[in-house]
């Protein structure tokens, strides 16, 4: 480097001599630069450090003919079968996954296509299970099976009026309700008291502006389902009336949750937003914390108090603890399928992500300790 | 993002590169007024949970900066930028540019001029400030928004540049900032939260990008020396130019 006095704009008067290189403002001059530059450096390196991508948390669960992918969307867990319920779409069967050994079978006789085009408009796609049974709804064929896990075998089938998103049984009285947002509606369906339980469509509920997801509270006599915007609504039981409607923390309503014991519905926001609303008082928002993004399909283990929220725009499987009085914290997060779009939890301590490129799940051990007494 | 590192070391290399060949010395330049257009990649968190990259791709940023040259190297000076967060998770264009989020943040910095080489010069910034960055999330129109504010603690930035003239430079802009969101609030609906972020945990953006600038130079100093030159130019704290006594020429 030379340092050099600086040329006189429009002047023609050669320079002045170069001073002594290692003494005075020269010196200073190179040592700023050089300290400038080893500013940089240093400033750069910091900001690539975390910068490596990582790939997903937890164990893969591969699961038959899942290769071309599969789009997952209804996930449930069955305590009295100790099984991941995982409709399989595209796969045209439903999983039923031991929790420990992660050992897949797989009912088939749903509707199939050997082709993976992203989505979830095909074959099974939501589960609930009731009275023994397994009611299944099948989006390819607008139909709603009921489906013998002894046997492992479809044992009835009926027609749907619209296309159908969420399945749930009322135990309460004794139905199936489905809710068909194409329709804008929801529509129940009575079984059969005796033998196997046939399901007879015998009402629909007009659901404006949804209905997005579905949860069942048995103690309060309310079904609960979202609008797509802003708002979840407390549908009876018994009169099908809308009861309620509150204010849910969300520009994108997806995901629900119930902790029926405690009276605390969970609403789960595409934006990265989870909500604790009280159910079992005015509905107003508990409690709300936004953490990651993209999610859909949300699992809740109320023996911990653990919420699961699974987003593919996060590439995250994020883990939040109710308290008693409903105040959410943070646990913890991990990393998860960049195309995920939902998570069950399971009775002993899993969480279970979607994996829809590669048409299996990921099971995630929760490592953080229960937030409920 | 390796790749982001290591243009950002190849930008360092080709600022040092000219800094120890330098072959001719930039005109002094006291005044210095910019405009930078770039990209911003989010790394790191704003709080503990949140990704800075979970609801936006990255911003599109416009900068304003103005510097006082105090020597030969070093000038003094401030920043604002202004960002647009693209947005993630929107599915309509009216959805999506009602989900461009926000992000602001006022600098003071300090720019070292590097070196010259030929009609290519570099600078280098270093400078710390407050940031704001505010997520938004709108779907058919109810939107949601998460914001966060908090210090800068380090901007820093190479700006290798080609002289367009005496006055003005076109310059590749590769700059980092870090640091730190110390509020968070939540605007939902149902939901209006702030409170202290959930951390410290350190935020950063990788921003490239052109930055455009204008040098006022000083103008000619009345030439009562030597003839009709100056022998002995002189640079006033107020950035003008004079020619001391010819008495002094060659002392």
Known sequence: MRCSAPPFPNSNVPAPPAPARRHGRCFRTRRLRRAALLGLAAAFVGAAVGCSSSSADGTAIELPNGEPGIGFDDLRYSSALHRVLVPGGRSGALFLIEPETGNARAIEGFSSTPDFGGGHDDGPTSVDEGRGYLFVTDRSSLSLHVVDPNQGAIVVTAPLAAGPDYVRYVAATDEVWVTEPSGDQLEIFSLAKEGLPTPTSVAVIPVDNGPESLVIDGTRGRAYTHRWQASTIAIDLASRAVVAEWPNGCSASRGIGLDEARGFLFAACREGTATVLDAAGDGRVVSALARGAGYDVMGYNPALGHLYLAGGDCACLTVLGLSASGELSYLGRFDAPGDTNGVVADDVGNAWVSEPGEGRMRRVRDPYAASLP | ?251
């Open chain 2, 1 to 251: 993002m390796k790749a982001l590192a290591a243009l950002a070391g190849a930008g360092l290399l080709a600022a040092a590169a000219p800094a120890s060949a330098q072959s001719e010395e930039a005109p002094r330049r006291p005044i210095q007024a910019g405009a930078r257009l770039g990209y911003a990649l989010p790394l790191g968190s704003y709080e503990h949970g949140t990704a800075a990259s979970d609801l936006s791709f990255g911003s599109a940023v416009l900068g304003l900066d103005g510097a006082y040259s105090l020597g030969r190297v070093v000038s003094l000076g401030g920043l604002a930028r202004l960002g647009f967060g693209i947005p993630k998770a929107c599915s309509t264009s009216g959805d999506c540019t009602s989900s461009l989020g926000r992000d602001v943040s006022l600098l003071a910095l300090a720019r070292f001029e590097l070196g010259a080489f030929g009609r290519f010069v570099a600078d280098a910034e270093a400078g710390l400030g407050y940031a704001w960055v505010t997520r938004r999330s709108s779907d058919d129109g109810t939107v949601s928004s998460r914001s966060y504010h908090g210090p800068v603690w380090v901007h820093a930035a190479v700006l290798p540049a080609l002289r367009l003239g005496a006055r003005a430079r076109l310059a590749l802009a590769v700059e980092a900032d870090i640091g730190t969101a110390l509020r968070t609030s939540l605007d939902a609906p149902g939901v209006d939260d702030a409170r202290n972020a959930d951390g410290p945990t350190l935020n950063a953006q990788v921003l490239l990008g052109l930055r455009g600038s204008f040098a006022f130079l000083p103008a000619p100093a009345p030439q009562r020396s030597v003839g009709s030159t100056c022998a002995r130019p002189a640079l006033r704290p107020w950035g003008r130019m004079v020619c001391r006594r010819a008495a002094s020429v060659g002392a």
